[in-house]
C-alpha cells in the first residue's frame, strides 16, 4: 500500500508530453516574466535592516517570520565531533503546493514563474503556492496568497501527495514543509493568475534539465511523483526521449517485495541508532570562531557561510520592497548521485548522513554532499568525492539548481549524476545502499527519510 | 503493504492461548522474582548524588547517561501560551526489543522480570531488552546486556516489527527508542537466563488488564503487534475471552482502504500545521517560577513535577548500588480513550495534541490526557476529562499502569477504556477523530503519528 500517492498512470502519461497548447513555450514564459517586472536586490549591512536587531539571536522586532541563532553541535558522524555555527529557526510548517487539472486528458501542473531574491537566475517556476504560515497569516503585510485555498483544511479536493518533509539540515533547524499535490477535476475552472500558467510534466522534466528554471521548492513537490505502469500494461520505453530514461523509467517501475523494503528500513533506523547527534541553541555571541558584528555573521576562517542582509525592490512579489538576512553559502556546493547498473536494474547509491537540523538526526542523502566552504582541506572531504570529476562518458546529468532564494543567496549547487559501468566496482562504507527509484520514491513518501539534496536530485530524475 | 509488520496470524493465535507450559503461573513467577532479591531505593538530595553536578543542568560528571536542563516552551495549542519546565535530555536512541519463538506452534515471547527503581510495583514484566547506547555499551559500568546481539545489525534475525516511536513528551525531550520484534527459529535454542521466561501473548494479555505487571517499555512494544484474519479465514471471536474483546478484535481487523487512511494523515498533516511550538533549551537557573537548591528541582507552586535523587541498592540489576536523579510527577495521571460502536465497529477517539518534547511537535494521544499537576486548574482541564467520571457500566478497563520506572519515581498512571453507548452523543473539537483499532496500529507502525500514552493504551487492547 502507498497510502500518500495516487494518480502514477496520469503522472507517467503527462511526463511523455513535452507540449501543451497551453504554453507553448515554458522557456519564454519564464523570460517574458522576468522581464516584466524590475529587482533590485542589494547587499545591506545587518544593521541596516529596519525592524531587525542583532543580539542573543537576530531577529525582527516583533519576533514573527524567522530567527538566526547559534547552534552547537556534537556528533560523533563525520570529521569534526564538534562545532558552532548560525542556523535559521522557523518553526512552523509551510505549504508548498501544487494543483494538477486534465486538460485533454493529459495531467497540467499549475506552475507560478516566481522571482526569488536570493537565486541567480531571478525567475524561476515555482509551485503553485509556497507559503509559509507567517506568509499567509501576512505577518509581513502583502496580499493574500493565491490558490492556498485550495491546500486548506476542510477544502473540496482530491489528494494526489501529502507529506511533511524536510529541508536544509545544515541551514534550517528542525524545519519541515508540507509537501502536496491536489488535484482539480477537469470540469472545475481554475482563473490563471498573472505569473502562473500550466505545464506538462514533460515540459518540467525538460525545464529541470536545463537547470536553474525549477525552484528548490517546486522540486522537492516533485519528488513526491510515483509513476505507474500505464493501466497496468508495460509502458514503452520507446517514448522515453533517450536510453537513459529509458532505464530511469525502469528503475521507477521495477517491483520490490515488502520484505526487501523492510529490510531497507531495518538499515535506516540501524544508522539513525548508529550516529549521536546533540544540538543545543545559543546565544549568536556564544559561537566559537565567529563573527557577529554590524555587518554580518561570518566564520573567522571564511568558511561555512555568512549571514548578510539584503534590500530587495520587486514589482512582482507580493510585497514591493523589503529588507531581511540571508544565509549566503561558500560557492561551488555540489551534490551527485552513483547509479550502476546491477542486475538489468538502475540503482543509486545513497548515503545515510547526520545533519544538525534535521527533525530526525539522520536520512539519506546523495551519494556524495560536497559543501567546500564546511571543509576545513581535503582532509574532511567526504567519502567517493574522486566521482565528481567522473569521466564525460559516465556524466548522465550535470545542472546548476538553486537553493530556496528566499532565504539563501547566491546558492546554485550542482546536480551530477554519474553512471558508472557495470564491471566498475565501487567501496562504499556501511552507511551507504543501492536503492532502485522506485524504493527511493517509497521512502520520500514515508516521510522523514530522504533529505532534501536527494529529493532535488531525484526530481531532476523523473 | 505494512512493510514493518509481519507474523500477524501468529500474534492472534498466541493471543488466544492464555496458559503456556513454560511459564504455568505468569504471576508466580513475577512475585518469585521479587522475592529472590532485595530492594532499598530512598530518596536523597540532590547535592547528596555522587558524580552529579547541579548547574546551567542537572549533569553527570563525565557528560554521559543523560541531563536534566531547563527548557522554554511556546504554544498556540492548550491554555498556556508559554512556560518553563525542566526536561530530561537523552540524545541518543535505545532499543526496546522483544525475541518470539514457536513452541509447540505457539508464538512465546521472552519477557524478562525487571526491577525499576521508580515503579511502585518493583518488578515487573519488561521487554527482552531494554537499553540505552549508554546500557549497552556500559558507560555506568556492570555486566553486558544479555539477548543484545539479536537486536544489533548484521545478525541473523527475522524483524517482525522495528520502528523508531516517541517516548513521553513532556518529561523526555525528542526522546525515541527503538521498538523492535525478533523472531528466532524454532529450531534455534535460545538460553533462558536468570530472570527471563517465556509467556504467550495471551497471559501478556492478562497481566496487562491486572495492572503494573508489564512495564511501560514492554507496551510500547507490544503495541506495533497487528492482528492476521487467522490464514485468511474470518477468526472465531467466540474464542475471545468476552465480547468487549470480540468487539476488539473485530475493530483491529475491519478493513480499511487507502483513500481512508490518506484522508486520516491529511487530517493528521493539517493538525500538525494549524499548531506552533518553539522550545528552547536554556540553564535550569533562568527557568521561570522554578527553584533549583541542593535538595531538588520543584515548581514553586509544587506543580508539574520535582526531580528529585535516588540512591538504589538492589542485587539483581546491572549494577548493584547506584545513585541517580529522578523525574517524580504529581499523583493522580490518567489516561483515557473513549470508544463507541459507530457503523457497528468499535472506534476509538483520539486526541491530536502537542508536546513540547515530541520530535515531530504533535502526534496521536489518547482521548483525555489528564495531569493535574499541570493545571492550575479546573478551567485549564482538557476537554471531555468529566468522562474520568463515566458510570461503571461503561468502564472497560480501568487498570494501573507505570510510567518508565527507570527515569520517573512514582509515576502510576490510571488507563482507562470508557465505553459510551451508540445513541449518546460525544461533541469533540476538530482535532480529535475516531479511528478503529487497525487503523490506530496502522499509524502506530507508520512511526512519529501516535503518542507514547496512546500506545500504551492500545498494548492493553489487545
Redesign the interface.
Known sequence: ????V?GADDFLASALVSKSPLTPDAGAFLMEREESASYDVERVPLAALPNWHLGDRLTRSDGKFFTVEGLSVRTDFGPLAQWSQPII?Q???G?LGIIVKRFDGVLHFLMQAKMEPGNTAFVQYAATVQAT?SNYRRVHGGRATPYLEYFL?GTRRR?LF???LSEHGFWYLNKRN?NMIVEVPEDEDVTVEDDFTWLTLGQLRHQLQLGNRVNMNARTVLSGIAYGNGDGTRPSYAEQPDAFHADLLASHHTPFT?TH???T???L??Q???Y???V??TSLADMDEWICDDDSIRHRDGRIFDIIGMSVKATSREVGTWYQPMLEPRPDNAVALICQRRGGVLHFLLQATVQPGL??RLELGPTIQFSPGYHRGPQDFPPLTPYLDAPASWTRLDTIQSEDGGRFSQADTRHLVVEIPEDHTLEAPENYRWLTLGQLGHLTR???HVNVEARSLAACLL
Open positions: 500500500m502507498q497510502p500518500e495516487n529557526v518553526p512552523e510548517i505549504i504560515q483544511e489528494v501529502d507529506q511533511l508540507r515488502d523494503l523492510a529490510a528500513l531495518t538499515w533506523f540501524d539513525k541508532a548508529t549521536s547527534l546533540d543545543r541553541r527533525t530526525d514515508f516521510g522523514y
